[in-house]
């Protein structure tokens, strides 16, 4: 079946500093990725819709000057948090489009700021 | 604007008794449903999904769910459930032609022996 790989799965860092997520399609071509953001004992919030070429289109109340995503190709899908801080602590989650057939998950980045 | 409503937040259930998770949503157009089940620190794994056809689905591990469009729900199911259920569970609605998922805010069942 379709699977998407995330990475990392963890990662701790400064606040301040940036951090990379990336989530590839593995044996399938994503045209359309999305990119959530869930907080503790709350539901999946959608951040952002990715799409192959083009710039990514994000929900209200999300900053895309600090949420910068990028989706160059049709496998490869890129989440950088940039000069992050504590409050964007969080588990993040990509999902790419099955084309009409649902939708397929990674697996999840818990990043802590410190 | 569509929105999904789980009721429970919590479920505690024994081990080998039924259960349902309830999951109402809203949409005037047709839609798209899914319940997705989450173990801690994990990503979202697909436990069934309504797109057409017959309004009863059925996951492989005894799960079901049906869609009821008079009463705009998608009840998920099990006649008998185990410890590995324990787990967080999701219900998801897209509106037909559009690729958003909107999520409820999640079921946690835990079984307990």
């Known amino acids: 079946g379709a699977v998407v790989s995330q990475h990392p799965s963890r990662v701790i860092c400064k606040s301040g500093t940036s951090v990379k997520i990336e989530c590839r399609s593995l044996?399938?071509?994503?045209?359309?990725m999305f990119w959530y953001r869930q907080f503790p004992k709350k539901s999946l919030m959608l951040m952002a819709t990715?799409?192959?070429?083009?710039?990514?289109?994000?929900e209200q109340g999300v900053e895309k000057d600090k949420f910068l995503i990028n989706h160059a190709s049709l496998t490869l899908s890129t989440l950088t948090v940039t000069s992050a801080h504590p409050e964007d602590s969080s588990f993040y989650i990509c999902?790419?489009?099955?084309?009409?057939?649902?939708?397929?998950f990674g697996s999840g980045t818990r990043l802590t700021v410190v | 604007a569509q929105s999904v409503t789980q009721l429970d937040s919590q479920v505690p259930v024994f081990e080998e008794a039924p259960v349902e998770l309830r999951c109402n949503y809203s949409?005037?157009?047709?839609?798209?449903l899914f319940w997705y089940v989450q173990y801690p620190n994990q990503g979202l794994q697909l436990l069934l999904k309504?797109?057409?056809?017959?309004?009863l689905v059925e996951s492989i591990n005894g799960f079901e769910a049906e869609f009821n469009k008079s009463q705009t729900s998608f009840h998920l199911r099990k006649p008998s459930v185990h410890i590995s259920d324990t787990a967080e569970y999701f219900c998801?609605?897209?509106?037909?032609?559009?690729?958003?998922?909107?999520f409820g805010k999640g079921t946690k069942l835990t079984v307990n022996p």
């Open positions: 999902s790419a489009s099955l084309q009409g057939n649902g939708y397929t």
């Open positions: 044996d399938f071509q994503a045209t359309t």
């Open positions: 990715s799409n192959e070429g083009s710039k990514a289109t994000y």
């Open positions: 949409s005037s157009v047709s839609v798209y």
């Open positions: 309504y797109l057409s056809g017959s309004t």
């Open positions: 998801a609605v897209s509106e037909g032609g559009s690729e958003k998922l909107v």
